[in-house]
């Protein structure tokens, strides 16, 4: 049974930073891509982050290029997403998603989802 499961999630003022986790299982981590997507109310849910299998290639949106990193850990099966100079813009819930797919940029890449994290950053 695959499972992802998300968490770090929480509170915040503009400025901090944070470090998402999503921690995976029942199927074979170093081989698929690992993503994070984000659903704010009201909004579709729009791609972050994603990370090669191999940890080899990143991607970023625009709106978190040097403020987010991606990294994964294949030997811990998991995945991160260090979150830094936090603004409110960046309330929403958190995914982490896994595809077999080079660096997925859209959701339809993905094949697996966890339930998601909520991240919210006040003013």
């Known amino acids: 049974q695959v499972q992802l499961v998300e968490s770090g999630g929480g509170l915040l003022q503009a400025g901090d930073s944070l470090r998402l986790s999503c921690a995976a299982s029942?199927?074979?981590?170093?081989?698929?891509?690992m993503g994070w997507f984000r659903q704010a109310p009201g909004k579709e849910r729009e791609f972050v982050a994603a990370?090669?299998?191999?940890?080899?290639?990143?991607s970023y949106s625009d709106s978190v290029t040097g403020r987010f990193t991606i990294s994964r850990d294949n030997g811990k099966k998991r995945v991160y997403l260090q979150m830094n100079s936090l603004k409110p813009d960046d309330t929403a819930v958190y995914y982490c998603?896994?595809?077999?797919?080079?660096?997925?940029?859209?959701?339809?890449?993905?094949?697996?989802w966890g339930q998601g994290t909520q991240v919210t950053v006040s003013s």
């Open positions: 998603g896994a595809g077999r797919t080079t660096v997925g940029l859209r959701r339809s890449e993905y094949d697996y």
């Open positions: 029942g199927y074979s981590f170093s081989t698929y891509a």
């Open positions: 990370i090669r299998w191999d940890g080899g290639n990143t």
